[in-house]
């Protein structure tokens, strides 16, 4: 699909601008470097979490550049292509997502800051004194890091694609794929240089074009095509058709019977596996006091109308008969080559495009953070200097990013969505750990690790037994499965949750009659609820170089 494109629709106006926009963004991520310019950037808490300083404004665009990426807008708008109503489900998540997050993540803050802890798992390890369940949560969240990393460069790969960059099929691997080797390398540059910094002076450009192109694209494309009642219509006309692979239609504009429970479990599931992915805690507690991420439960439901607009795209695109060639990723990119000049095709491609470094910069540093802090200066070097932790953790975002790229550039992309798939199984199985510990230490830590085990094994196995639609005995080919007892088909993430959690319900009581030894708690119950300005905070604050992150050592 992407060589026909590339050969038969170059598009060098929408180039040219795409060009313009991600060097611009470019020389913004290596200035940002100096913006907040801290007396000492080689330490984790500034290179990886900005200094701990960011307000409501800045974290509203740091926040809704990290959880909104390019993906996001290519994804969802390209499900509800593919199967109309159930693709919807991303807009009551990221609804029911912030009064969860309003109630746990002020208490997170806080007792990372009086202990001056950068990941979950040094959380974990804090809290329940287990550091082979920290390792488990580490690894957990690298795993589903990196093939998250890999889908923002797909979704840049896919705009270059219709742009036709790259050229036909007789092009050399190596012209090929230069565009995005050129993006991945600036990317790993300007990162390794500013760290969050970078990503979160970014995020404005990022944004504003998000929300012009979309406000844009709502009013005008509609017009274009006769109006809403057109658009729904047409929809609706195109989903009902049968496909060809099951024998069914495609999908609907209003949810069928069996559809339910899907939505239902996929809408809760994904909410609660949001915001204990790494990249997410790690804007979070770049934050300079809990308020801010109170403040921001309240202001960030307005990316939720902004998603709920974009997936609408998917829609006009049925309206507008775009041909995909069966890749659905394509249906907005099309949309646009199709119905707008060439110079608001790359202005719109080159906020898809920044909106992929974004949140891409922030995972790597998240995952490079997780290795630091929960690896190597756990089990390889516990007396590592800040600076040496923070060495480790440029070259680790290194790392981690090269690994996405060989994800993109060596694996079939379906890999890659397959794997991302499977990480929303795998962090959600670190919720427990997380969460619960923010609230109760009842539950016993290596009852903890075993139910996060089960459920890692069951999710993983579940979903390899799943077929693609009408491909019988193919694997990893959705993420609903029956559930067992209920014979209803569910989100197989949330089913493994349940069983994660009842294991380790069940195990928690046997292992205490047994005896079995507990890990230390350090925290105390006052530090849940720390503010800024709170002398034990700004205690630990102002002796960060030599304070934070070792009470467990």
Known sequence: MSS?????????????VFTVLFLLVAVMGFLAARWRRPANLQHLHEWGLGGRSFGTFVAWFLLGGDLFTAYTFIAVPGLVFGVGALGFFAVPYTIMVW??????????WSVSHRHGYVTTADFVRGRHGSRALSLAVAITGILATMPYIALQLVGIQVCLDVMGVGGGPETSWIVREMPLLVAFAVLAAYTYSSGLRAPALIAFVKDTLIYLVIAVSIVYLP?????????????GTSLAKTNPNTGKPFGGLILSQKQLWPYATLGFGSALALFVYPHAITAVLSTKNRNVIRRNTILLPLYTILLGLIALLGLMALAAGVKTGGNNSLSVPLLFQQFFPNWFVGLAFGAIGIGALVPAAIMSIAAANLFTRNIYREFISPNATPAAETQVSKLGSLLVKFGALVFVLVLDKSFAIQFQLLGGIWILQTFPALVFGL?????????LLVGWLVGMVYGTTTSYFVPAP??????????VAEIPLLGELGYIALTAFAVNVLVTVV?????????VPEGRDETAADDYEAAAGDPGVAQELGELPSAVGTAHH
């Open 4 to 16: 026909t494109l590339a050969t038969e629709h170059f598009n060098g106006v929408a180039l040219a």
């Open 99 to 108: 009064p969860v997050i309003f109630l746990f993540l002020p208490r997170l």
């Open 223 to 235: 017009a274009k095509l006769g109006g809403w009642e057109n658009i729904f219509s047409a929809a």
């Open 439 to 447: 609230y109760t230490r009842w539950f016993h830590g290596r009852a």
């Open 470 to 479: 009408g491909k019988p005995g193919t694997h990893f080919g959705g993420q």
């Open 507 to 515: 195990l928690t009581p046997i292992f205490r009659a047994l005896k």
